[in-house]
């Protein structure tokens, strides 16, 4: 990083039905800004959409008068469902991803037999980041880090001294990602983890999640350091050949994620729901015995 470089503002704002933390980025009240990982609330057992979450990160952003320049995920996450539709309609800004989506897509059109016309090529986003990109968020400039191994199309987005890693890795005492999700490898995961901790040691590290053990208040701010000093999973010494042997045996022990059917299908259209059939409602398919 730059010594020259502006080091963000950063906002999170957590979801506590469904772990996450949504980000807003920004250089100071009035500048540009970008929000990572938002939220569109589901309830499970009626099928209901609605938006407080993301109504709260709008709040946020007009409270500081803020312009939105982009709208990012960090991948097609399986735990909860975007706002990203809803955020650009009342603010703005350019909906990405990383390029590797299209892999996630084609993978998931067929699990979820989706309409023959659905794209595969990632057009449902305004811009697909390619590894080592640079974009700008006002005076701020962000680089594109790809980071597979959770899913083929993990990035984290580096601003300053302040990197958004998604799902790659947890607070320290949580640990890191599973990855037998389609297209998820541990080995993988692990050059990924490598990549981002061989990063200056007082880089800001931000989680996409927290599941706070022994009753621990939330939190999802570390650094470099401290991952490397802590992480129950990848601390230094840890070898490559005993993470994955870890990773395999823990990820066969978990359930799936509450909300991964209607997540990820509605994720991989950029937040858009499915169209609406000839009654008017859209609908989100139940893959029987296919995950």
């Known amino acids: 990083m730059s010594k020259n470089a502006i080091n963000p503002q950063v906002q999170g704002l957590f979801d506590p ?43 946020f952003i007009k409270a500081k008068d803020l312009t939105v320049a982009w709208i990012l995920e960090t991948h097609a996450h399986a735990d909860h469902l975007t706002a990203a539709p809803y955020l ?74 302040a990197v958004f890693i998604g799902d790659t890795l947890f607070m320290p005492d949580v640990g890191t990602a599973r990855c037998d999700f389609p297209g998820g490898d541990a080995k993988t995961l692990f ?12 880089t800001r590290l931000f989680m996409c999640h927290d599941y706070p053990p022994n009753n621990r208040p939330v939190a999802f701010e570390t650094t470099v350091a401290d991952q490397k000093a802590k992480n129950i ?41 499915p169209p609406k059939e000839d009654n008017g409602i859209a609908y989100a398919k139940i893959p029987l015995n296919a995950l």
């Open 233 to 273: 999973h990848v601390h230094d010494g840890i070898s490559e050949e005993a993470f994955v042997a870890m990773r395999t045996k823990r990820d066969a022990s978990l359930e799936m994620p509450v909300l991964i059917l209607p997540a990820v299908q509605i994720n991989i259209r950029a937040g858009e729901l």
């Open 88 to 161: 650009k309609q009342a603010l703005g800004g350019r909906t990405a991803i990383g390029d590797h989506i299209s892999g996630v897509q084609k993978v998931f059109k067929g699990i979820f037999n989706m309409e023959a016309d659905f794209e595969v090529d990632g057009s449902q986003f305004d811009h697909l980041f390619k590894d080592g990109e640079s974009f700008q968020v006002g005076a701020l400039t962000g680089h594109i880090m790809y980071v597979p191994g959770h899913t083929p199309a993990c990035v984290a987005y580096q601003i300053g001294d």
């Open 17 to 59: 039905t469904t772990w996450t933390v949504t980000y807003v980025v920004y250089e100071k009240p009035g500048s540009a800004c970008a929000i990572i990982d938002s939220v569109l609330d589901y309830d499970p057992k009626s099928g209901r959409t609605s938006h407080r979450s993301a109504d709260q990160v709008i709040e």
């Open 191 to 202: 050059a990924s983890v490598q990549k981002i901790l061989s990063l200056p040691p007082e």
